[in-house]
Every structure is written in C-alpha cells, then in structure tokens.
C-alpha cells in the first residue's frame, strides 16, 4: 500500500505543466513484460512483431497478415428463401421462439459445413543470451515504444557493459530490423530459436534462418491454409555465426542486425521467392538507412495530428514534469488509485493513432479482432473479423484523426465481399445486391454463421457504405466514390430494397429476420428469444444506406431512376420509436430486455456513429436515447466483464449526445481497470489473459478526438463534449466534413481560438456554444478565430 501512495503522489508531480511534444510520446518501462499482453506492438500494416524486452530470453513475435487456416468455401443454407415466408410469418404473429427455431435450421450455416477459419502467429523468434556471469543482474533497465518513430527500444546494463536493442517494422522496406549492439566489444553472445507449431525451421546457411509450413486449423490438415514462408538474415560485425538444429548462434560480436522477411500464398504469389526478393531488395541499404525511412514513413502520417493537455494542479508545490518523465505502468496505477492524469489520456489517444498506421496500410488486410498481433495459432475467437461491431469500430477515428487512406483495407475486405454476397442474398433472401452477416475470415464468405442472436444480423454491407460515404465527406474525392464506393453502395442498397417488407402490425417497411446484436428480449407470452422484425439497429442503418445513396447519386448524377425509388422507400420505413418510459426503443415492439444492463447498445447506432440523432436536430430522440443509455449503464453495462468494445460504444454515445463528463468518467474507467501496462485494452476481465480488443483502443482514441470537435451536425462543433477534467490545451490537425482541417486551443474549459484550413474551398459553418458562423473559403488558406469567433489576422 505504501508504494503504491508513493507511485500516486510520484505521478501527480509528474503530471503535466505543458503539453509533451512528439518526442514525448513514449511507452516506457523500468522492467521486461511479464507476459505477451504486455510486450510492444510494431506493425507497418502487413508485418508485424511484438518484443517483450527480457533480458537474458527476448521473445519477438512475429505475425504477417496474411497467414490464415482454411480455404474459401460455400457456407449459405440451401434452405434459406424457401423458409424465409413462413419465419416472417411466425415473428409477425408474435411466435418468436419458433421463428428462431425455423431459422437456427434452415437459414444459419449447416452444422456440416466449416465455421470461420483462424488467424494466426507467424511464430515466434526467441534470443537466449549469454552474460557469461550468472549471477549478474541488470541494472539502469528502460523498455520502451517510441510512438513518434515507431521504434521499440531496450536497454540496460549488464556489469561493465550496456546492451541496447531496437526494432521496428518498415512500411517502405517490408521488413522487421532488429539490431542488437553493445558498447564493450565482442560480448554479444546468444542462441536465435524460432518456434512456431507444425513449421519446418531450418538454418540453410550460418546467418539464414528459414521458416515455412501450412496454417492449418489446429492441425487439422484437411482444413487448408496458406502456405507461409520467413526468413531471417542475420549480419554481425565482430564474433562469428555458426547454425543450430533449430537457429543461429552469434558469438562474441559487437553487434548483430537481423532481417525479417516473410510472405504467403494468399494472393497467389511463390511465399519463397517473395522472401528472397524482399531481402535482395535491401541487401546493400545500410541500417542507419532503413531506419531514416522508415522513421520518415510513419512521420507522414503520425505527425498530422498534435494534442496536447495541460495538467496545472501541484502538490505541495513540486514541479510539474512532461508526460514521459514517468513509467507509463505507474501512470496507469495512479489512474487506477483515482488520480486525475491528463497526460495518461493524451497517451493513450497517441497511442490509438499509432495502432490504425502500424497495423492498416493501404493494401494491407483489415484490422481484425487483436489489431493482427496474436501470439497463437488458435487466438480467441479465430481473431477473425466480427463486422456487427467491431471491425468497423477499428476504423472509427481515421478520418477525424486525419489518417483516412487507413480506411482502405476495410474497404476491400467490403468490397472483397461482394461475389459470395450475391449467392447468400440469393440463396438465403431470394434477393439481388449483396449481403454479409455479422462475421468473416480471409476467405471472405458472407454466410450466416453461428447462432441466431448474432449471426442473423445483414448490416455489414450497410455499415461499409456508410463508412464509404464518410471518406467522401471528409476528403471530396468524388473519382473515389464514382469508382469504387458508390457501385458499393448501391449493390448494398439494391439487397434492401428486395428485402423490405410491410408489416401487417405498423403499415412502415421493415426488415427481418434480424438481431440487435446478442440481445434477447421477452416476448408478450413471456418467452425469451433475438429474433424478430424490424430492430432499430436495422432500421437506422437502411435509412441512413438510401440517403447516402441518394446523395451520391445527386453528387454523380447517375441513377435517376434508382434514387427515386430509394426515396419512395425511404418515406415507407418504419421510424425510430420512443417507449412509454422514455427510452429509446431497441425493437419494433415494446419488449422488455432479458438483460437490462445489455453489454450492447445497438439502437444507439445512429446517435454514436450516423447523424440520424443529434441534440440539435433531433432533440427528442437524443433525450431518449441519452435515458436509454443511462439505463444501460445504471444496470451494469459499461463495467461489463467483457468485450471492452462495446464500453467503447457507450463513451462515443455519451460524447455525441454532448454529455462530455459522463463519456469521461467511464473513459478513465476503462483505461484504469481495463488496460494492460502496453495500453492494450483487455477484452475479457480477469478470464483470459492473451485476450485484447483493438476496437475498444481505436473507438476511444475517435472519443477522445470528439470531445474536442465534431462535424457530423451540419456544422464544425467546437469543444462539444469537453470534459471538466480536461479543461486545458490544444489539438491541432484533426479532420472535419467538408474538407477541413481544425486546430483549436483552450483554457479553463473555454475556447481560445480556433485554426480552420479549407483544403476543398467549400462553405464552411462553425458552432462553439449558442454561437454559429457561416463564412466562405478559398482551398488552401488558413482562418484564425478567437473564442467569439471573430476572424483574427
């Protein structure tokens, strides 16, 4: 207890007094990780590494984005648009419980037929160094991830000498650098091992290390998966290399670099040559070069945006100090113990941005469940692509957090999904367009899988499109959206327009059957069950599908005919509801939840992620949907024990209904009680500890973006849902609709001034308060106001 007081107090004096500039922005430690979850992440989108720092064992895990069990395959139930009448009928006269029998047996994947294949580790590479003296112990120990260079470093010393390692994972060379030096000559001694299951590890020279094999599923062989290749060069100045059974051994050098290289045949191509092609690439490009471009790659991106907060409180009159004068796992213990550390928050939003680069380049495969770094070949829930929530929340902050060419690997995998998607619309629905359920794998089946309460969920092409629709409102890039996302979003929409129907109860369009997502309700006749017509989630997201299709439309000038429809529909859909208590209404009908603190706050969905509800122009559903969100919470849902996503969904509902302490209280919640030390949000409490959940890190990296602005109102909303806690500092950088970017700068919780660069020369319209300003711009200058927002020079 006394060190941990000691540990407050220590972070409380080195909160901060000013902003921490880039350099700052580091994760650090004074001690190796103890397990994987808390090792440091490396990604340049395809290949990735985590290293856990120890000192006499480094364990450097490796993943290529790529390496997947499996084979594509046929999933759809032949039997699907022969019961979808009588399923319909059966929910439309309130027998829900034998509607969701009907369809759990005609219209989910057959019980035969494979479930969703597995991502997995390429393996993973383990230094069993030498000291000589057992009996040494290191000293002077720092581990740390340099978020501004996306260098991870460790260094101690060890008796007389110093020993120093860096990594990292170039986007421009596609490979991982490891270098490993030490000041006194030739004390560098260690044994390399690979370790991965079922892979054939062989030394085919001193300083080349090869690795191949299958993903298979568990071993099982008849399941498929890519073929996979790495190879490992190792360079030693001073000493000599000698191979092992299963690695290298260096002895007595200087320093050694390693490069990693690695391919699969995913996309057709030899994994072998792949390799040798990329390590003949860099093969007279010296290290200090490598690291200057990669360094300078990841600057392009990283540096868009600054934020800066400002902590003033002292204790007992010691001096503040900046945010990376203090252990990042002793922060997070102070924020545990309930000590306010702004510096702590300002982190963790880096931190977010520097996951969606490292782990999604354009080309790259999308973010998955565990952001693509897993230690496993069989990592909890496949670490496959959950798109009923969570893979489109690990998209939610790149367009704010100006990193919108992040969006492409989400794009692809819709798009990728669209062939199989038109069989399962036909075979399940009888419909045209496409359609995806709520998970997926490398193979991109859009089958429904598993059981009712998720798996017959139809939205994923629905959310694709909005997120499309979005890119094109923060960037204008009209060539984008004639080519790639418009066809998108009219196939989307061109499913839901065969598979609406009237519902005899309401007279409005409605979809079904359908989940909101995990739910269970209990029915008038008191049975409990998921599946019924018409849930707001589904609703919500049609709507909001015809009008960003309309408005595409217009943009384009194409499909008249097709826009008049969507506008006909449009009109016919059943309306968002409010029930008799005030709250938003998560069905069609006035169910009563099974559970009142669901983890799950689907029918919010148009407040937290579309502008179908805001406080301004539709104050009434926002009133409901705020009570209905309070319920949740009130009854346990944002300490939920597991899926930190979804607490993730109920900060950015609270920060767009502009409720900026409630989103802020549960924020610090889930970054005290819900971290790991490396700032990895953890999916399950307490169960399963190699488990974290990229989406839970990268939706609250956009909340945090948006308590500072939001755009999607029809205005630059500035502070909106600023936090007390937060109430000094300045943000430069981020990206709003219309093609702008926003600077803003505070004190004492009030706006000081605000920066606005028109990169598209549209109209803009800013809010701060009771305050709106309409102005013109011209592309390319820059508009300086002050807290009354009158221009400045």
């Known amino acids: 207890m006394k060190n941990i007081c000691i540990i407050v107090l220590a972070v409380i004096c080195a909160a901060l007094s000013h902003a921490g500039t880039s350099t700052d922005l580091k994760l650090w430690y004074q001690h190796p990780a103890q397990e994987w979850v808390e090792s440091l992440p490396i990604g340049n989108g395809r290949l990735l590494a985590t290293n856990q720092g120890g000192v006499r064992r480094e364990i450097i895990q490796l993943n290529e984005d790529t390496v997947w069990s499996g084979h594509p395959e046929d999933k759809d139930n032949p039997g699907g648009a022969e019961a979808l009448p009588e399923v319909r009928k059966l929910l439309f006269e309130g027998k829900y419980k034998k509607a969701q029998e009907l369809v759990h047996e005609k219209m989910m994947t057959p019980h035969h037929a494979h479930g969703v294949q597995t991502y997995q580790t390429l393996g993973g590479l383990n230094l069993i160094f030498d000291y000589g003296d057992r009996a040494l112990e290191a000293t002077e120990y720092r581990r740390e991830l340099d978020l501004d260079r996306a260098v991870s470093n460790v260094s101690f010393k060890m008796g007389d000498a110093t020993y120093t390692r860096e990594l990292f994972s170039s986007p421009v060379d596609q490979a991982i650098i490891v270098r490993l030096t030490c000041d ?23 300083n080349r290390l090869v690795i191949s094999g299958q993903a298979t599923d568990k071993g099982n062989d008849l399941s498929g998966g890519v073929i996979y290749e790495a190879q490992i060069q190792f360079m030693a100045t001073g000493g000599r290399l000698s191979k092992r059974p299963d690695g290298i051994r260096v002895e007595h050098a200087d320093s050694v670099e390693l490069r990693i290289v690695a391919g699969t045949d995913y996309h057709g191509e030899d994994p072998h040559a792949v390799c040798e092609k990329q390590l003949a690439a860099i093969k007279d490009k010296a290290y200090a070069a490598l690291l200057k471009d990669h360094v300078a790659e990841h600057q392009r991106l990283f540096r868009r945006v600054e934020l800066n907060l400002v902590y003033k409180k002292q204790v007992r009159g010691l001096k503040m100090a900046r945010i990376g004068e203090m252990p990042t796992d002793q922060q997070l213990e102070a924020y545990r113990q309930g000590t306010d550390v702004p510096g702590l928050v300002e982190l963790y939003f880096h931190f977010g941005r520097y996951i969606l680069i490292s782990c999604s380049r354009p080309g790259t495969q999308a973010i998955n469940l565990w952001g693509k770094w897993v230690h496993q070949i069989d990592p909890s829930y496949n670490a496959d692509y ?22 492409e690997p989400f794009f692809d995998l819709i798009d990728e999904l669209r062939p199989k998607g038109r069989i399962s619309a036909k075979v399940t629905y009888d419909c045209d367009g496409f359609v995806a359920h709520h998970a997926t794998d490398a193979w991109r089946f859009s089958a429904a899988v598993g059981r009712a309460t998720h798996g017959m969920w139809v939205l994923t092409p629905a959310w694709g499109a909005h997120q499309m629709w979005q890119y094109y409102l923060f960037g204008g890039d009209r060539e984008y959206l004639a080519q790639k996302s418009y066809p998108i979003m009219k196939e989307a929409a061109d499913f839901f327009v065969d598979y609406l129907v009237e519902s005899p109860k309401s007279g409005y369009l409605v979809s079904g059957p359908a989940c909101s997502p995990e739910n269970t309700f209990i029915a008038e006749n008191g049975q409990a069950a998921s599946i019924s017509m018409g849930p707001t989630m589904d609703m919500q997201m049609i709507a909001d599908l015809f009008s960003n299709c309309i408005e595409a439309s217009n943009v384009l000038g194409v499909d008249e005919p097709f826009r008049k429809k969507l506008e006909e529909l449009q009109v016919q859909l059943q309306p968002m509801q409010i029930g008799r208590d005030g709250r938003l209404m998560e069905w069609a009908e006035p169910f009563t939840e099974q559970q009142p603190g669901h983890k799950h706050c689907s029918h919010l969905w148009g407040a937290c992620e579309a502008d179908l509800i805001t406080p301004s122009e539709t104050p009434e559903l926002a009133a409901a949907a705020l009570k209905s969100l309070d319920f949740r919470v009130e009854n346990g849902s944002a300490i939920t024990p597991v899926f930190r996503g979804n607490t993730a969904w109920i900060v950015q509902s609270y920060v767009r209904l502009l409720e900026g302490d409630k989103a802020y209280d549960i924020l610090r919640y889930m970054i005290g009680s819900s971290s790991y030390p490396n700032l990895f949000s953890t999916s399950v409490q307490g169960l399963r500890r190699e488990m974290w959940e990229t989406d839970a890190n990268l939706g609250n990296t956009l909340s945090i973006a948006e308590m500072f602005m939001q755009s ?57 308060g009771e305050q709106l300003l309409e102005f013109k711009t011209e592309a390319g200058r820059q508009y300086r106001f002050d807290g009354s927002l009158r221009e400045q020079s």
């Open 184 to 206: 006194k000559p030739g004390r560098l001694n260690f044994d390399a091992a690979y370790k991965r299951e079922q892979a054939t590890i062989e030394a085919v020279s001193n």
């Open 386 to 407: 959950h798109t009923n929530i969570n893979i489109p929340m690990n998209y939610w902050p790149a367009q704010v957090c100006n990193l919108g060419e992040c969006n």
């Open 712 to 768: 999607h109102a029809g205005a630059i909303h500035l502070l909106p849902a600023l936090p007390t806690s937060l109430a000094d500092g300045n943000v430069k950088g981020l990206r709003a609709r219309g093609g702008f970017e926003v600077g803003l700068d505070w004190a004492n919780g009030t706006l000081k001034s605000a920066t606005i660069k028109s990169l598209q020369g549209e109209a803009c319209k800013l809010k701060y």
